[in-house]
T-cell receptor, first 114, second 112 residues
Framework: AQTVTQSQPEMSVQEAETVTLSCTYD???????LFWYKQPPSRQMILVIR??????QNATENRFSVNFQKAAKSFSLKISDSQLGDAAMYFC???????????FGTGTRLQVFP | DSGVTQTPKHLITATGQRVTLRCSPR?????VYWYQQSLDQGLQFLIQ???????AKGNILERFSAQQFPDLHSELNLSSLELGDSALYFC???????????FGQGTRLTVV
């Protein structure tokens, strides 16, 4: 069975600085997708970025980028130029290509200080 | 607006009761997922349906059941409710494994 692990329950960063959130996963599949979702205090789940496992190039969306290491089964999220609005829970997620099952890690709470 | 609609938004009920949570997926999405999120916890995968058929099962209690109807909406039934079932229940939908899963705003269930 696939598992997703986020080992950092809480992280903090100063406004305009850079922070990296860690995520590791375990799977025996070769085809899958990885996502980072953000959950602000409103509790709405918002997609931040996604990565296809077959792509070697790391995904980037504006200030958000990932470091995808397939062999190490690692999928970290880097937030550059952090803003107060980035404060939220961040969830790493794994999605199986074969079964379509979507599972989440336990989340990292990010605090952003002015 | 994600296009996924969950009703009701809030539900307060007593222990031992039964409730039904409803989810209408985005138009055209065949996959529906249900998750439970207790206070300050992660999202626990409950169950997934694809085009009316159960596709995957997570840590769903026997007191809980779900189904997806021909019009693709889904219902999550929770029975013999306990205080510990109080949580935010999310529904998500998608049309393919390589696309984003869109989440509803959740149903907040409080069992008193």
């Amino acid at each position: 069975a696939q598992t997703v692990t986020q080992s950092q329950p809480e992280m903090s960063v100063q406004e305009a600085e850079t922070v990296t959130l860690s995520c590791t996963y375990d799977t025996s599949e070769s085809d899958y997708y990885l996502f980072w979702y953000k959950q602000p205090p409103s509790r709405q789940m918002i997609l931040v970025i996604r990565q296809e496992a077959y792509k070697q190039q790391n995904a980037t969306e504006n200030r958000f980028s990932v470091n995808f290491q397939k062999a190490a089964k690692s999928f970290s999220l880097k937030i550059s130029d952090s803003q107060l609005g980035d404060a939220a829970m961040y969830f790493c997620a794994y999605r199986s290509y074969s079964t379509d099952k979507l599972i989440f890690g336990t989340g990292t709470r990010l605090q952003v200080f002015p | 607006d994600s296009g996924v609609t969950q009703t009701p938004k809030h539900l307060i009920t007593a222990t031992g009761q039964r409730v039904t949570l409803r989810c209408s997926p985005r138009s055209g999405d065949l996959s529906v997922y249900w998750y439970q999120q207790s206070l300050d916890q992660g999202l626990q995968f409950l169950i997934q349906y694809y085009n009316g058929e159960e596709r995957a099962k997570g840590n769903i209690l026997e007191r809980f059941s779900a189904q997806q109807f021909p019009d693709l909406h889904s219902e999550l039934n929770l029975s013999s409710l306990e205080l510990g079932d109080s949580a935010l229940y999310f529904c998500a939908s998608s049309d393919a494994p390589n696309t984003e899963a869109f989440f509803g705003q959740g149903t907040r269930l409080t069992v008193v």
